[in-house]
């Protein structure tokens, strides 16, 4: 089988799953639609039969090419500072606006992880002591954040050094905010590349108005970081599909996907997925797949190795308190097998794994659990389990829980965004337009050029995360940090579309 038809028949294959996967998640929708909001269901039909008709009709116009069109009043230096200070100011009321949701929907510092993540900092930065090892010896994989966190509030103790703890989490949620702003400019900047426009006002416009990007901005943790590493990721894999002969841009790669591994570990699925599309691209080219994994392996395990190091030395915790609070893996694959909350947390899990000491009989007893659960599914349950419970549990929510999260413990009960998520209408939006997405994924994966790592590597980032997400303890929160590659989806397949509808045009035309 020679290259061409070895790169197409792989490509092709992992279309095919693709495209299953989406058609399959489509269905999920419509069930969860059906039975809990028919109006939503309703909606997206009726939109999509004027989609449908708009295009059809479309397609039906010949393109008039205008002829003696006016010169510009403008000359071309001069649009382009207009459009640089347009994009600054847009740019700067995205962040006006994320800030204002963050500070307005700002919870109580009693809830959840990102609470004992920033109390735990402020506390480590203020006086030296940490008091809850044992629950960053639970998660090592916090180990990031909370130094991330923790240098932020020695930032602020330097200017104010008698801020509170509540004044301190404000400003969290500014630099959380501005966090989000430079992952909307990374993402807008790679759509602008990839299809050579002009501007990025079409490409935010679609990014802020069809996914819940601008609604987890109340606190920092690891989904709005993780959503920067894995936009600033997909940029570089850009960069890599135009100059596969810049090591530096690898090096970069590497990098990234490590350090974003240590705040939220999908990263490393759009590292393997990468790893994959570069490997059916370049499967002759023996020396360059060789020089390529070199470089990819050696700077992706030589930072962890590193970091590794140092957050043994920079965390108060020994290695022996490691050893007794640490969760294993295993725990997490059997928390995704419960049937109390279809494969989502569940504390009474966390409870029993917590109580046992030592990794080793903590990683056991959970691997027990995994079997035990699998035998009392039997293999058909154990499908519907998987492949329906869970999945819908994690797929049939486009607001991606954003609004259940800013709910939970919140201190400002009158808002009218607070209104809006607590009569439905935040979630009804945003299903809307999850069907909508999804729909035209679906339509335009046809499309998908031969040869193009990008599109290639976005695919297989969505087939790994829905593999990953249907094995793991989920949650549809758990989606928000790979936004970029939704969104990148999405976008490619509205420009496939519209090259699509041009080029019909053009053949008749001529």
């Known amino acids: 089988m020679n290259k061409g038809k070895f790169e197409s028949y792989i490509m092709n294959i992992f279309q095919m799953i693709f495209l299953l996967a989406i058609i399959w998640i489509i269905i999920l929708n419509i069930g969860f639609n059906l039975f809990n ?26 393109i008039k090419h205008k002829k003696g069109r006016k010169k510009r009043n403008f000359t071309k230096c001069k649009l382009k500072i207009v459009n640089k200070l347009m994009l600054f100011a847009l740019f700067l009321l995205i962040f006006f606006i994320i800030a204002s949701i963050g500070l307005s929907l700002r919870v109580g510092l009693e809830n959840w992880d990102f609470a004992t993540v920033y109390t ?83 490409p935010l ?20 970081l993780g959503l920067f590493f894995i936009s600033t990721i997909c940029y570089l894999v850009s960069r890599y599909k135009s100059d596969y002969k810049k090591i530096s841009i690898l090096f970069c790669i590497a990098i990234f996907c490590a350090l974003g591994y240590k705040i ?66 295993a725990h997490w694959v059997a928390m995704g097998l419960n049937t109390k909350t279809n494969g989502g947390f569940f504390i009474d899990d966390l409870i029993k794994t917590r109580s046992i000491d030592g990794y080793k009989e903590k990683e056991k007893n959970s691997k027990t659990v995994i079997k035990e ?67 035209i994924v679906l339509i335009s994966g046809f499309f998908i050029p031969k040869g193009n790592i990008f ?12 593999i990953f997400l249907t094995l793991w303890e989920t949650n549809p929160r758990y989606l928000y940090c790979f936004i970029p590659v939704f969104y990148h989806t999405f976008f490619n397949s509205i420009m496939r579309i519209r090259e699509s509808i041009l080029s019909r045009n053009l053949n008749i035309l001529n």
């Not at 599914?377 to 419970?389: A, C, E, R, S, T």
């Not at 599109?455 to 087939?463: K, L, V």
């Open 373 to 439: 659960r699998v035998r009392s599914f039997g293999k058909q349950d154990l499908f519907q389990f998987l492949f329906v419970k869970k999945m819908s549990r994690t797929w049939t929510s486009g607001d991606m829980f954003t609004d259940l999260y800013a709910l939970w413990g919140t201190k400002n009960n009158s808002g009218f965004l607070q209104k809006k998520m607590k009569d439905k209408s935040f979630e009804r939006y945003f299903q809307f337009i999850w069907g909508m997405f999804l729909i």
């Open 205 to 224: 416009f679609l990014l802020t108005t069809m996914f819940p990007i601008l609604f987890f901005s109340e606190f920092l943790y690891t989904d709005t």
């Open 37 to 62: 909001m028919p109006s939503v269901l309703f909606l997206q039909v009726l939109a999509l039969v004027l989609i449908g008709y708009v295009i059809s009709s479309y397609l039906k116009i010949n």
């Open 264 to 329: 939220k570990a999908f990263a490393i699925i759009i590292f393997v997925a990468l790893i994959i599309s570069i490997i059916v691209k370049k499967i002759s080219e023996k020396n360059f797949l060789i020089k390529t994994g070199l470089t990819l392996g050696a700077s992706f395990f030589s930072i962890l190795i590193l970091m590794n190091l140092f957050f043994s030395w920079f965390m108060p915790i020994t290695n022996s308190e490691r050893e007794k609070f640490e969760i294993p893996l």
């Open 455 to 466: 599109e290639w590597t976005m695919q297989i980032s969505i087939i790994g995360l829905i």
């Open 120 to 202: 735990s900092a402020f506390e480590y930065a203020k006086t030296g002591n940490l008091t809850r090892v044992d629950y960053f010896g639970n998660y090592p994989n916090n180990d990031f954040i909370f130094f991330i966190v923790y240098n932020l509030c020695k930032l602020m103790f330097l200017f104010h050094p008698s801020v509170g703890v509540e004044d301190g989490y404000k400003f969290m949620i500014i630099i959380n905010s501005l966090i989000i702003t430079i992952s909307i400019f990374m993402i807008g900047k790679t759509a602008k590349r990839e299809w050579k426009l002009k501007n990025m006002f079409l």
